[in-house]
């Protein structure tokens, strides 16, 4: 059995499609095929606050691919989440009806909370200790969503329109910026030792680089050494010299503020990287949905 998950981001679109492994007492998925599409629809959303005809239009054609994947691959069960870019564009809804009009996708717009929720309930959990302090920060194009769990519960949950496409765009806010700080400084101010657990596109590519062994965590100094290393290049150096792809060469420096900004804040030496994202997240949560009676 198959289960597919879109996650259509302000970067980029992705679906993951996952098999689906029933045990006795458990439920697992394997990753089979996931499609990235950079669409940038983020760069419409956060300077003119509509989707362009052009950028519908894409993400249309791209929606209409990933049903007929989706078909082909006889998926049994689908979940579709919009972030960022959709929650802000005026005409985000009407672009959600043409999807389901033209691909035959139902597609929800998501806010933050919901979007942190998903991607937290990847199961990342499994492999923490339950007695520590744990900031999960998911860093995404519009916005960055942070979540700090001790002794295995929530403690606090936020999200703020900081994203790598927003302030590439200087779309993002000193406001904003503020506002993440304080909330940073005010909830994690009881605890003594914090350690950060970092998702999303850029932490994951920025710990491919890093090299680290055995699921070690990325300590600060080695983020801000890369921080440093990856701003010695030009863009176009960073794609040709380093390889990286052209979508990601420009948003993996923001990224790389986001994520120190918020470890400094939050006196975080060490954050995990679990390498997963939303769609994860997703897959997990029909999994859920689906086999509730066995979990």
Not at 46 to 51: C, K, M, V, Y
Not at 146 to 169: H, P
Request: proline share 2%; aromatic share 8%; net charge neutral.
């Amino acid at each position: 059995m198959r289960y597919a998950a879109i996650d259509i981001g302000s970067n980029a679109v992705r679906l993951l499609i996952a098999d689906i492994t029933e045990n006795n007492t458990s439920v697992s998925f394997k990753k089979n095929t996931l499609v990235r599409v950079p669409l940038r629809l983020g760069d419409d959303a956060f300077l003119d606050h509509s989707l362009s005809e052009r950028k519908s239009t894409d993400l249309l054609k791209t929606m209409v691919a990933f049903r007929n994947l989706m078909d082909v691959y006889k998926v049994a069960d689908y979940m579709a989440f919009a972030t960022s870019a959709m929650r802000e564009a005026k005409n985000g809804m009407e672009v959600a009806d043409q999807i389901k009009t033209t691909a035959n996708i139902d597609l929800e717009i998501i806010n933050g909370q919901k979007e942190a929720k998903i991607i937290y309930s990847s199961h990342i959990e499994q492999n923490i200790d339950k007695s520590k302090n744990y900031l999960y920060i998911d860093v995404g194009g519009g916005s960055t969503e942070l979540s700090l769990f001790s002794g295995g519960e929530l403690w606090a949950s936020k999200s703020f329109n900081i994203g790598t496409i927003r302030m590439l765009d200087n779309q993002d806010t000193e406001e904003s910026w503020n506002d993440m700080k304080d909330f940073l400084r005010e909830n994690t101010r009881p605890f003594k030792v914090i350690s950060g657990i970092g998702t999303g596109g850029n932490i994951n590519k920025l710990y491919k680089m890093a090299d680290e062994k055995d699921k070690a965590p990325l300590s600060f100094g080695k983020l801000k050494s890369l921080y440093n290393y990856l701003t010695s290049f030009s863009l176009k150096d960073r794609i040709n010299v380093l390889g990286l792809n052209q979508d990601r060469a420009d948003v993996i420096i923001p990224a790389c503020e986001i994520y120190m900004t918020v470890m400094k804040v939050a006196n975080i030496k060490n954050m995990y990287v679990p390498t997963v994202g939303l769609v994860d997240g997703i897959i997990q949560t029909l999994i859920e949905k689906n086999f509730s009676k066995v979990s």
